[in-house]
């Protein structure tokens, strides 16, 4: 971990897919969180790309993937209204 780094800051995949985990929206939280979560998860998956080289494919596969489920969950709303 880098000194001084929030330690919601990953330097390894690994430890982004334990912070996505643990950072779940509660059950029945609505489109907005989930969408504030893929978002949040999307950047951090994309500076995870920058740091982790040897799994720098794979962050950026999960960065587009949650951005992927950031915009399906934005279509829907748009469909509601």
Partial sequence: ??????PDDPETLVHAHVIAAATLPAPGAG???WVKHHRKN???YLRVSEIDHANRAA???WARFEQGKAEI???QLEGDG
């Fill in 73 to 75: 969950l934005l279509d």
């Fill in 42 to 44: 999307r950047s951090m």
């Fill in 31 to 33: 489109f907005e969180a």
């Fill in 1 to 6: 971990m880098v000194p001084g780094a929030p």
């Fill in 59 to 61: 962050a950026l596969y």
